[in-house]
């Protein structure tokens, strides 16, 4: 969703507060989609700080369905998002990516909801997913979910070191 940000420009001090939902249903990264299951409104304060410059801020809830790192069963992660924004209206669209870093957000005089919340999912992203802190994964030879059950594998063969161990217990028998 786009918000026209010509009313707010229109005198130095202006303020507005907006509540967008979101558009996007799912989260598409290089890493892979991650549906949203669920999506508060984002609530925007914009605010005029005089010199075509605008401070925008803004919160949200949203809950990412994101696999287990270790097991690959969904995980529902809650990503509490909340940021603060200056944007000077006066650069460049080239300008404004390399101050920011990031995608750019504002299209003329608009400022696209979706993108500036998608770049904040980004940087918010949880580096690690574990559906619970002792997961003790799928076994990598049969794919059992080794935490709702044990398989018959003969598990160590794959780990190298063991293997190794196991060849020096043969040989001096
Ligand atoms: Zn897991
Ligand atoms: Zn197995």
Same mark, same amino acid.
């Given at each position: 969703?786009?918000?026209?940000?010509?009313?707010?420009?229109s005198?130095?001090?202006?303020? &507005?507060?907006?509540?967008v +939902?979101?558009?996007?249903?799912?989260?598409?990264?290089?890493?892979?989609?991650?549906?949203? &299951? /669920? *999506?508060?409104p984002?609530?925007l304060? #914009?605010?005029?700080?005089?010199?075509?410059k605008?401070?925008?801020?803004?919160? =949200?809830?949203? !809950?990412?369905?994101?696999?287990?790192?270790?097991?690959?069963?969904e995980v529902k992660?809650?990503?509490?998002? !909340?940021?603060?924004k200056?944007?000077?209206? *006066?650069?460049?669209?080239?300008? /404004?990516?390399?101050?920011?870093d990031e995608?750019?957000?504002?299209?003329?005089?608009?400022?696209d909801?979706?993108?500036?919340?998608?770049?904040? #999912?980004?940087?918010n992203w949880p580096m690690? =997913?574990?559906? /619970?802190?002792d997961?003790?994964?799928?076994? /990598?030879?049969c794919g059992?979910?080794?935490?709702h059950?044990?398989?018959?594998? +003969?598990t160590?063969?794959?780990?190298?070191?063991?293997?190794?161990?196991?060849e #020096?217990? *043969?040989?001096s028998?």
């Amino acid at each position: 969703m786009l918000i026209h940000l010509n009313d707010v420009l229109s005198c130095d001090g202006k303020v &507005i507060f907006q509540t967008v +939902d979101l558009e996007m249903d799912s989260f598409d990264s290089g890493l892979g989609s991650f549906p949203l &299951i /669920r *999506k508060e409104p984002v609530e925007l304060t #914009i605010t005029n700080l005089g010199e075509e410059k605008l401070k925008i801020e803004g919160r =949200t809830e949203l !809950a990412a369905v994101i696999p287990c790192d270790r097991c690959l069963e969904e995980v529902k992660t809650l990503l509490k998002l !909340a940021f603060n924004k200056e944007v000077d209206m *006066k650069q460049t669209a080239e300008g /404004r990516i390399k101050d920011l870093d990031e995608t750019d957000f504002i299209i003329g005089y608009n400022l696209d909801v979706d993108k500036l919340v998608y770049s904040e #999912i980004l940087v918010n992203w949880p580096m690690k =997913t574990l559906c /619970r802190e002792d997961c003790k994964g799928i076994c /990598r030879k049969c794919g059992t979910n080794l935490n709702h059950g044990s398989c018959s594998c +003969d598990t160590v063969e794959l780990d190298p070191r063991m293997a190794v161990i196991a060849e #020096i217990f *043969k040989n001096s028998n």
